[in-house]
């Protein structure tokens, strides 16, 4: 036992822990609690993919549409990853737990589980039966993900570019492989619905053609607000595939961006009392060679014809249903449709024992009705006749002619307030499409102005462009509703160096000009002068309308040129018109003073007179010089003063506070950097566009000048007996 003593503890060994000896409490007091793994943390607070798929236990395939679908995305962990992690993609727990709890994740099992169904048939050989089960696949709806990502119509506006771009796409892409026909014929419709909206009620207020293809903004009004949409729309060229895209992605975008444009446009179109998807009338089996669908309707209400591509039916199919939905403006039209509207909600609510005193009670309305329609008509009538007396005698009392309109208003006016405010509220007589007094002036652009589209020119975007700002349009081919004849054509719009001998049969009261002007006009929201963009003219720059000149610190010299025309200054001419006009000035003198006889006193008082002109000149030069000299050394003193206090106010500062205005500055320098760049590039320009008495530019000057120079080393060396010319090898 050694030393031990009886009764007393064995001592703990000198290796032994410090909290060996103490309680579970003072442990866990002292020491906390050991943290089982995953379960606090970043470890638990990020998942890996991999771990998330065996969670949920599906297919990377069906997790990827899941994720687009409830619009979840990665996260990467603030600071470090977890356990060191690198590279690897995470997500939140939250958005897993989401995953776990949504509906379309059984719908996903069901349609893999019914996929084995019918592939075990297929692998039977049981071809019939395989083909009965296609049918039965479970569906699923995104209706209620539309509803939880958008809980407001300003949040489904704000997000849908996106959305907008993605159909656009797919309206241009050919049906070839896993793009099928149907995917872009329901694109193209949804463009279309879109693009008629837009031209209908006038939101579009930007657009832009680049590289990439036309950019365009719409400014959409929600209870007073205006929400800017921008979306781009591809050029009308013939799409290449390329083969590095996943479609499938691409797709599962589609598929959800369909059901939220579904909701927008159902949404804009009720604004306007019109019933969303519209009845366009078009047939799949009636279809031109371009792909496009041929509706039976008639295009614009105020051009008339038919259309073949689907902006014009869907622009077709929203005007027949506004101009439906403002019908019986009239009084008598407007009770009679509420009075019919009331009794047919009577009749129904009639069943039972109640019957017959309903059918009384309908009778006695009825003739009440036909009393309150017989006092309209005749106040109608009244009215009619009444304008009809005025236009035969005009010269008639005032006072005779209010007495007269007494007994005329009096029964129209019982006749409208015995109509229930329910049924007036109900009534869409008094639709008003574009409300907004932008709007309205937008579309008073290109009012009164008919537009005539060549076949070389794309029509989409154009056509979008010219409704929403007021215009008619018409083009080559035969469904157009103008003619190319037509003497009410303004504008005929072509892209070609020159115009086509035809062109000179047609009517001399229209003007030929270049699609940029359309879109340049539109977005200075100023109706321009044609002469620079002629056909065959050198086009002005076709400025972007995104960019903020302030903010920039650089307006453009076009820029500048509208709005000196907005405000009503006259422009100077060119520097080709003013060369022709010297040039014709100088000929005229020349002229004038051969014909004219100079005598000796004559040439001896002009002499004395320029004498006295030039000492003039040199005394006004030399003051001039003077306060030049002045100004120049006023303008120095201030800047060496303003320096020494910016550098006295730097020096003053805090550590923190000068790292943060040497930050400032530096920023404002690059800016003014760029600015100048822009300003010493415009400058090049203008010199080299500058002409010399010759009628040589700068550039040219500069170009026989360097052919001159190398002319003469080429001769200095073949006076040596050498050669500076390249021989060609021989094959």
């Given at each position: 036992m050694g030393n031990r003593v009886k009764g007393k503890a064995k001592k703990k060994s000198i290796k032994a822990a410090v909290h060996s000896g103490m309680s579970t409490k003072r442990k866990l007091s002292r020491m906390g609690k050991n943290r089982k793994k995953d379960h606090a943390g970043l470890d638990a607070t990020f998942i890996g993919r991999a771990k998330v798929l065996k969670k949920l236990q599906i297919s990377l395939k069906d997790f990827r549409r899941l994720c687009i679908l409830k619009g979840v995305y990665p996260r990467e962990p603030r600071g470090r990853a977890p356990r060191n992690k690198k590279g690897q993609v995470f997500y939140h727990i939250k958005d897993v737990k989401a995953l776990n709890h949504e509906p379309i994740l059984d719908q996903f099992r069901e349609f893999k589980s019914f996929m084995k169904k019918v592939r075990k048939s297929a692998n039977r050989n049981e071809k019939d039966e395989a083909r009965r089960k296609q049918p039965l696949a479970p569906k699923y709806t995104l209706h209620h993900l539309v509803r939880e990502r958008y809980p407001r119509f300003a949040d489904a506006l704000g997000d849908l570019d996106d959305a907008l771009c993605l159909v656009n796409l797919f309206a241009c892409l050919p049906s070839d492989g896993r793009i099928q026909a149907g995917i872009t014929r329901k694109s193209q419709q949804l463009a279309a619905s879109w693009g008629a909206y837009c031209a209908t009620t006038g939101s579009v207020t930007k657009s832009f053609i680049s590289v990439k293809g036309v950019?365009?903004?719409?400014?959409?009004?929600?209870?007073?607000?205006?929400?800017?949409?921008?979306?781009?729309?591809?050029?009308?060229?013939?799409?290449?595939?390329?083969?590095?895209?996943?479609?499938?992605?691409?797709?599962?975008?589609?598929?959800?961006?369909?059901?939220?444009?579904?909701?927008?446009?159902?949404?804009?179109?009720?604004?306007?009392?019109?019933?969303?998807?519209?009845?366009?009338?078009?047939?799949?089996?009636?279809?031109?060679?371009?792909?496009?669908?041929?509706?039976?309707?008639?295009?614009?209400?105020t051009l008339g014809g038919k259309a073949t591509s689907v902006l014009a039916a869907n622009l077709s199919s929203l005007q027949t249903a506004l101009k439906e939905a403002s019908k019986g403006n009239s009084a008598a039209d407007a009770v009679k449709d509420a009075l019919q509207n009331e009794t047919g909600e009577e009749e129904q609510q009639l069943d039972g024992a109640s019957a017959k005193e309903g059918k009384k009670a309908s009778k006695a309305n009825k003739k009440k009705q036909k009393q309150l329609m017989q006092s309209i008509d005749e106040a109608l009538k009244g009215v009619k006749q009444d304008d009809e007396s005025e236009d035969e005698s005009e010269d008639g009392d005032m006072d005779q002619d209010d007495e007269d309109q007494v007994p005329i208003a009096a029964p129209l006016r019982e006749a409208l307030e015995a109509i229930d405010d329910s049924a007036m509220s109900n009534d869409d007589s008094n639709v008003n499409i574009i409300t907004d007094p932008e709007a309205q002036k937008r579309h008073q652009l290109f009012h009164n102005?008919?537009?005539?589209?060549?076949?070389?020119?794309?029509?989409?975007?154009?056509?979008?462009?010219?409704?929403?700002?007021?215009?008619?349009?018409?083009?080559?081919?035969?469904?157009?509703?103008?003619?190319?004849?037509?003497?009410?054509?303004?504008?005929?719009?072509?892209?070609?160096?020159?115009?086509?001998?035809?062109?000179?049969?047609?009517?001399?009261?229209?003007?030929?000009?270049?699609?940029?002007?359309?879109?340049?006009?539109?977005?200075?929201?100023?109706?321009?002068?044609?002469?620079?963009?002629?056909?065959?003219?050198?086009?002005?720059?076709?400025?972007?309308?995104?960019?903020?000149?302030?903010?920039?610190?650089?307006?453009?010299?076009?820029?500048?040129?509208?709005?000196?025309?907005?405000?009503?200054?006259?422009?100077?001419?060119?520097?080709?018109?003013?060369?022709?006009?010297?040039?014709?000035?100088?000929?005229?003198?020349?002229?004038?003073?051969?014909?004219?006889?100079?005598?000796?006193?004559?040439?001896?008082?002009?002499?004395?007179?320029?004498?006295?002109?030039?000492?003039?000149?040199?005394?006004?030069?030399d003051e001039e010089e003077d306060d030049e000299e002045a100004e120049r050394s006023a303008l120095k003193k201030k800047r060496t003063d303003d320096e020494e206090a910016a550098h006295l106010a730097k020096s003053l500062m805090s550590k923190k506070a000068a790292r943060l205005y040497g930050r400032m500055q530096h920023g404002i320098a690059q800016k003014q950097a760029k600015v100048d760049n822009l300003h010493k590039k415009r400058r090049?320009?203008?010199?080299?566009?500058?002409?010399?008495?010759?009628?040589?530019?700068?550039?040219?000057?500069?170009?026989?000048?360097?052919?001159?120079?190398?002319?003469?080393?080429?001769d200095a060396y073949a006076d040596t007996g050498g050669s500076m010319k390249k021989k060609r090898r021989k094959n």
């Amino acid at each position: 036992m050694g030393n031990r003593v009886k009764g007393k503890a064995k001592k703990k060994s000198i290796k032994a822990a410090v909290h060996s000896g103490m309680s579970t409490k003072r442990k866990l007091s002292r020491m906390g609690k050991n943290r089982k793994k995953d379960h606090a943390g970043l470890d638990a607070t990020f998942i890996g993919r991999a771990k998330v798929l065996k969670k949920l236990q599906i297919s990377l395939k069906d997790f990827r549409r899941l994720c687009i679908l409830k619009g979840v995305y990665p996260r990467e962990p603030r600071g470090r990853a977890p356990r060191n992690k690198k590279g690897q993609v995470f997500y939140h727990i939250k958005d897993v737990k989401a995953l776990n709890h949504e509906p379309i994740l059984d719908q996903f099992r069901e349609f893999k589980s019914f996929m084995k169904k019918v592939r075990k048939s297929a692998n039977r050989n049981e071809k019939d039966e395989a083909r009965r089960k296609q049918p039965l696949a479970p569906k699923y709806t995104l209706h209620h993900l539309v509803r939880e990502r958008y809980p407001r119509f300003a949040d489904a506006l704000g997000d849908l570019d996106d959305a907008l771009c993605l159909v656009n796409l797919f309206a241009c892409l050919p049906s070839d492989g896993r793009i099928q026909a149907g995917i872009t014929r329901k694109s193209q419709q949804l463009a279309a619905s879109w693009g008629a909206y837009c031209a209908t009620t006038g939101s579009v207020t930007k657009s832009f053609i680049s590289v990439k293809g036309v950019y365009m903004e719409a400014e959409i009004m929600i209870s007073g607000q205006g929400i800017p949409v921008r979306w781009v729309s591809p050029h009308n060229f013939t799409q290449h595939i390329p083969q590095g895209v996943d479609f499938r992605v691409m797709l599962t975008f589609f598929e959800f961006y369909e059901t939220l444009l579904g909701f927008v446009l159902y949404k804009l179109y009720g604004e306007l009392g019109v019933r969303y998807p519209l009845a366009t009338g078009a047939t799949i089996d009636n279809k031109s060679a371009a792909g496009n669908i041929v509706s039976s309707a008639t295009l614009h209400p105020t051009l008339g014809g038919k259309a073949t591509s689907v902006l014009a039916a869907n622009l077709s199919s929203l005007q027949t249903a506004l101009k439906e939905a403002s019908k019986g403006n009239s009084a008598a039209d407007a009770v009679k449709d509420a009075l019919q509207n009331e009794t047919g909600e009577e009749e129904q609510q009639l069943d039972g024992a109640s019957a017959k005193e309903g059918k009384k009670a309908s009778k006695a309305n009825k003739k009440k009705q036909k009393q309150l329609m017989q006092s309209i008509d005749e106040a109608l009538k009244g009215v009619k006749q009444d304008d009809e007396s005025e236009d035969e005698s005009e010269d008639g009392d005032m006072d005779q002619d209010d007495e007269d309109q007494v007994p005329i208003a009096a029964p129209l006016r019982e006749a409208l307030e015995a109509i229930d405010d329910s049924a007036m509220s109900n009534d869409d007589s008094n639709v008003n499409i574009i409300t907004d007094p932008e709007a309205q002036k937008r579309h008073q652009l290109f009012h009164n102005l008919t537009f005539f589209l060549s076949r070389e020119i794309p029509r989409g975007y154009l056509e979008l462009i010219i409704l929403s700002y007021g215009g008619k349009v018409g083009w080559e081919g035969q469904d157009s509703p103008i003619a190319i004849d037509d003497s009410a054509i303004t504008h005929h719009i072509t892209d070609r160096p020159k115009l086509l001998p035809s062109y000179a049969k047609l009517p001399k009261s229209r003007e030929y000009i270049q699609p940029q002007w359309i879109l340049d006009c539109a977005n200075f929201n100023f109706v321009l002068p044609i002469e620079k963009y002629g056909v065959g003219m050198e086009l002005p720059p076709h400025l972007s309308p995104w960019v903020n000149d302030k903010e920039e610190g650089y307006v453009p010299k076009y820029q500048e040129e509208v709005e000196r025309l907005r405000n009503g200054e006259i422009l100077e001419a060119s520097d080709d018109d003013m060369a022709k006009n010297e040039k014709e000035s100088n000929g005229d003198k020349d002229e004038s003073s051969s014909e004219e006889e100079v005598s000796p006193a004559h040439v001896l008082k002009k002499g004395i007179e320029a004498q006295g002109e030039d000492d003039s000149e040199d005394d006004n030069s030399d003051e001039e010089e003077d306060d030049e000299e002045a100004e120049r050394s006023a303008l120095k003193k201030k800047r060496t003063d303003d320096e020494e206090a910016a550098h006295l106010a730097k020096s003053l500062m805090s550590k923190k506070a000068a790292r943060l205005y040497g930050r400032m500055q530096h920023g404002i320098a690059q800016k003014q950097a760029k600015v100048d760049n822009l300003h010493k590039k415009r400058r090049e320009i203008e010199d080299t566009r500058e002409k010399t008495k010759d009628g040589k530019t700068l550039l040219k000057l500069k170009v026989e000048r360097l052919k001159k120079e190398r002319k003469d080393k080429e001769d200095a060396y073949a006076d040596t007996g050498g050669s500076m010319k390249k021989k060609r090898r021989k094959n």
